[in-house]
């Protein structure tokens, strides 16, 4: 079946530019999350969206990411004014809900010159 | 801080011989732990998930064991292939009451043949 589907696999922006990065998850997954992973890394908390409750943000880096989930499937992670800083893989990833496996997207690379 | 870490950053291991992959975590209060394998370019993969009731879970190839008392999880390869070399993360649910996952930094593991 289809699994956890990002695009673009791959984004290069300038500096100051904002991007959108999307997350199509798998069907019927109540829980939707987004992470970073910078070059050697683990994977760094963004933001998790479980059903219609208020999202837990308490991952965000600054107040220039912000995401959000429509319809309660896809979603869009944002980031404004983009910084050298923010170049990194940015992963989603679904699951059925609290203490099920989380199922990742092939995650979009995002380069800021 | 709450965290989750590993003990040692590769492990090089000969091709059939068994793997033992190490985690400690600080958070007495995880009661969810994942372990994920992750290939080059692609998002993390689910391999073994366990629950603070439990002790041990095997799967096809891998065992999960849990030690409470100390903090600490392992992975278990059985008859390591090179198709088990990729970078592998412990992750925890429950710190803070948190529901996503606080990921390790990850162990890469290189299989000789």
């Known amino acids: 079946g289809a699994g956890v589907s990002q695009s673009p696999s791959n984004k290069v922006t300038e500096k100051g530019k904002d991007v959108e990065l999307r997350c199509d998850p798998i069907?019927?997954?109540?829980?939707l999350y987004w992470y970073r992973q910078s070059l050697g890394q683990g994977l760094e908390f963004l933001i998790y969206?479980?059903?219609?409750?208020?999202?837990?943000k308490s991952g965000l880096p600054s107040d220039r990411f912000s995401a959000e989930r429509t319809g309660g499937s896809v979603s869009t992670l944002t980031i404004q004014r983009t910084q050298q800083e923010d170049s990194a893989v940015y992963l989603c990833?679904?699951?059925?809900?609290?203490?099920?496996?989380?199922?990742f997207g092939n995650g979009t690379r995002l380069t800021v010159t | 801080g709450e965290s989750v870490g590993l003990h040692l950053p590769t492990l090089s291991v000969q091709e059939g011989d068994n793997s033992i992959i190490n985690c400690a975590y600080s958070?007495?209060?995880?009661?969810?732990f994942i372990w994920y394998k992750q290939e080059s370019g692609k998002g993390p993969q689910f391999i073994i998930d366990?629950?603070?009731?439990?002790d041990k879970r095997q799967g096809q190839r891998v065992t999960v064991l849990l030690n409470k008392t100390v903090k600490h999880l392992s992975l278990q390869i059985a008859a390591t292939q090179p198709g088990d070399s990729a970078v592998y993360f412990c992750?925890?649910?429950?710190?803070?009451?948190?529901?996503?996952?606080?990921f390790g930094s990850g162990t890469r593991l290189q299989v000789q043949p």
């Open positions: 958070n007495s209060a995880s009661d969810y």
């Open positions: 069907s019927g997954h109540t829980a």
């Open positions: 969206f479980q059903g219609n409750s208020a999202p837990d």
């Open positions: 366990i629950r603070s009731n439990m």
């Open positions: 990833a679904s699951s059925l809900g609290a203490n099920s496996p989380l199922h």
């Open positions: 992750a925890e649910t429950g710190a803070t009451g948190r529901r996503a996952l606080t």
